[in-house]
C-alpha cells in the first residue's frame, strides 16, 4: 500500500458529460501530480500541485484542470469528455516539489479507470 | 523519436533467468525511475537514480550519465515479476513528478 488513495476506481460515462477524479496524497506529501495512461499515447505527465499551488504543467487539454485544497488532496476535473479521454489516471504524491533537485521517490496510487461511451 | 526508448518492447523468460531491460533516453536529465505496473495496473517505483548503481533484493538498477542509458536486471526471475516494466526521466531542473515516459518492457516469466 503507498499510501496514495484514488477514488473512484472505475467510472463509466457519456461523451460530453464531466466527472471529476480525487487523490489524498500519503500523510506529510505536500506534491500531488497526475498522470494519463491511454492505449495510443502511454503515460503522459498532465500537472503538478506543490502545497495548493500550481507548480508544473504538461499535456494536459484545456478542458482538464485541478486543485489542490488545503487539506493537500486534489482534484482532477475532465469536463466536455470524448471517448479518446478514456484512460486510466494516476496521480502521484512526494514531500516536496523538487525543481531539479532530487529529494526522493514519488508514490503512485492504484489508478482511477474511466471509460467514456 | 520518443525521448525515452526502452527496449526490448516485450520478453519471456523461464524462472531463474537473468532479466536485463535496457532504457536509453535523448534529454538532459537529473534523475531516472525505473517503475513496475502489474497487470492490475497499479504502479510501483522501484528506483529513482541520478548516477551509478542501486540494489533491492533481486533487482539491480543501473544509470551512465554520460552514455544516457539505464539497465534493470532481474537476477534469478520468478512468475511474480511478470509485469511491465516503465523507464521514466526527469528533465534537467523540471520538477520531480514531470516525467517523460518510455513505452514499458512487458515481462512474462514462465515457471
Known amino acids: ?117 | 523519436k520518443n525521448e525515452v526508448e526502452q527496449s526490448p518492447q516485450n520478453l519471456t523468460a523461464q524462472e531463474g533467468e537473468f532479466i536485463t531491460i535496457n532504457c536509453s533516453y535523448s534529454v538532459g536529465i537529473s534523475a531516472l525511475h525505473w517503475l513496475q505496473q502489474h497487470p492490475g495496473g497499479g504502479i510501483v517505483s522501484l528506483f529513482m537514480l541520478s548516477s551509478g548503481k542501486k540494489k533491492h533484493g533481486r533487482l539491480i538498477a543501473t544509470i551512465n550519465i554520460q552514455e544516457k542509458h539505464s539497465s534493470l536486471h532481474i537476477t534469478a526471475s520468478h512468475p511474480r515479476d511478470s509485469a511491465v516494466y516503465i523507464c521514466a526521466v526527469n528533465n534537467y531542473g523540471g520538477s520531480q513528478g514531470n516525467l517523460i515516459f518510455g513505452k514499458g518492457t512487458k515481462l512474462s516469466v514462465k515457471p
Open chain 1, 1 to 117: 500500500d503507498s499510501g496514495v488513495t484514488q477514488t473512484p476506481k472505475h467510472l463509466i460515462t457519456a461523451t460530453g458529460q464531466r466527472v471529476t477524479l480525487r487523490c489524498s496524497p500519503r500523510s506529510g506529501d505536500l506534491s500531488v501530480y497526475w498522470y494519463q495512461q491511454s492505449l495510443d499515447q502511454g503515460l503522459q505527465f498532465l500537472i503538478q500541485y506543490y502545497n495548493g499551488e500550481e507548480r508544473a504543467k504538461g499535456n494536459i487539454l484545456e478542458r482538464f484542470s485541478a486543485q489542490q485544497f488545503p487539506d493537500l488532496h486534489s482534484e482532477l476535473n475532465l469536463s466536455s469528455l470524448e471517448l479518446g479521454d478514456s484512460a486510466l489516471y494516476f496521480c502521484a504524491s512526494s514531500v516536496t516539489w523538487g525543481g531539479g533537485v532530487n529529494t526522493g521517490e514519488l508514490f503512485f496510487g492504484e489508478g482511477s479507470r474511466l471509460t467514456v461511451l
